[in-house]
């Protein structure tokens, strides 16, 4: 398994905004799809997010579609989600995770935890009232 270790994330007011980054040991190549994830407290993990390898194709929830923008950066082996005008119900760990094949297939292959090979520990984002 490789390492990926995510950082960026904080306590903010809602509506503000948070950048969260994933590094992943190794190259990240074209031949890898990644995605985040989050999981609150009590909760089951909850597909947030997911790009394909090359980057040209995403996928959202739609709880976050219009507010997040999943991206990364191959050749610096990133991957990044910035978040914008977050709310209370976004509060959770964000985990990003990587899954071997470039694409994304359909919304239901990608927002299934059991297709996704690799986890990072995840980064704590609060976000107050």
């Known amino acids: 398994q490789v390492q990926l270790v995510e950082s960026g994330g904080g306590l903010v007011q809602a509506g503000g905004s948070l950048r969260l980054s994933c590094a992943a040991s190794g190259r990240t190549s074209s031949n890898v799809a990644m995605g985040w994830f989050r999981q609150a407290p009590g909760k089951e993990r909850e597909f947030v997010a997911a790009i394909s390898g090359s980057g040209s194709s995403t996928s959202y929830t739609d709880s976050v579609k219009g507010r997040f923008t999943i991206s990364r950066d191959n050749a610096k082996n990133m991957l990044y989600l910035q978040m914008n005008n977050l709310r209370p119900e976004d509060t959770a760990v964000y985990l990003c995770?990587?899954?071997?094949?470039?694409?994304?297939?359909?919304?239901?292959?990608?927002?299934?935890?059991?297709?996704?090979?690799?986890w990072g520990q995840g980064t704590q984002v609060t976000v107050s009232s």
């Open positions: 995770a990587q899954r071997y094949g470039s694409g994304l297939y359909s919304y239901s292959s990608a927002s299934t935890v059991s297709n996704w090979n690799d």
